[in-house]
């Protein structure tokens, strides 16, 4: 049985669970509170961070590493391209929705603070009454610091906004009237910037952004379709 240890808000657990569901594999899942987290995710995964997916003896703590693991160990239905050149073109879109994307829907869930009061409640349901009493009142600092030393977090917040609508827009741009973004089927990178444009449509200046574009949307409606639960997620006891 496959174990996936998570955190339930995260974009890269939902691009995990939704290449569980692509490939019908059925898992269990184990929710990580945040007030376990600093001594919980290290024994699991030495990085630090989630998801982390256990199998056959094995745990893969990256969700990347996690994606080409399960695409070697259950090739069908496939994730990469055979063509090298779409399989190159699906890494950079899978890294750039990672490395860039994340940190706009950290900045637009966490942050502000009409988007705070939806999502903290959210990270911290599975805590005890005192974290999810404190979560609101630091978090959102911790998240500022992050995000001011990895760079968005200095933007002005009209400027994250019309970075968001670019990012939007190419991805618009770049679809057309296809249906994927590489190649004729879905792939890890319909994946990987499906679940961080999921998390940037939680928030409401996010959504209107999203919902400007028909393409997106579209293309947004269709990797849902393709990768809803299809097998029983049950949490561990």
């Known amino acids: 049985m496959i174990r996936l240890f998570q955190f339930e808000v995260s974009p890269y657990c939902d691009k995990i669970r939704r290449i569980l569901h692509w490939k019908r594999q059925p898992y269990q899942i184990e929710e990580i509170p945040l007030s376990r987290a600093s001594r919980d995710v290290r024994k699991l995964n030495p990085s630090g961070k989630l998801p982390c997916l256990e199998h056959d003896g094995h745990r893969i703590g990256d969700s990347t590493d996690i994606a080409y693991y399960l695409e070697e160990k259950f090739p069908e239905p496939p994730l990469l391209p055979k063509d090298p050149q779409l399989r190159g073109l699906c890494h950079m879109l899978e890294d750039w929705a990672d490395e860039s994307l994340y940190f706009y829907e950290m900045r637009l869930r966490f942050t502000l603070p009409h988007n705070a009061r939806r999502f903290i409640p959210e990270l911290t349901k599975h805590d005890p009454r005192w974290m999810r ?70 928030a409401e200046e996010g959504a209107r952004l999203i919902e400007r574009s028909p393409p997106v949307t579209e293309w947004m409606e269709r990797v849902d379709r393709a990768t809803a639960k299809a097998t029983p997620a049950a949490p561990l006891a």
Not at 134 to 143: D, E, G, K, N
Not at 170 to 197: C, K, P, R
Request: proline share 4%; charged share 20%.
């Open 133 to 202: 009493a404190l979560a609101p009142l630091v978090l959102p600092s911790m998240l500022r610091g992050v995000l001011s030393r990895q760079g968005v977090g200095r933007k002005p917040l009209e400027c994250v906004l019309r970075d968001v609508e670019r990012h939007v827009e190419a991805i618009g741009n770049w679809l057309q009237d296809g249906e994927w973004l590489v190649g004729e089927a879905l792939s890890l990178a319909d994946l990987g910037v499906f679940a961080q444009l999921a998390c940037i449509r939680g």
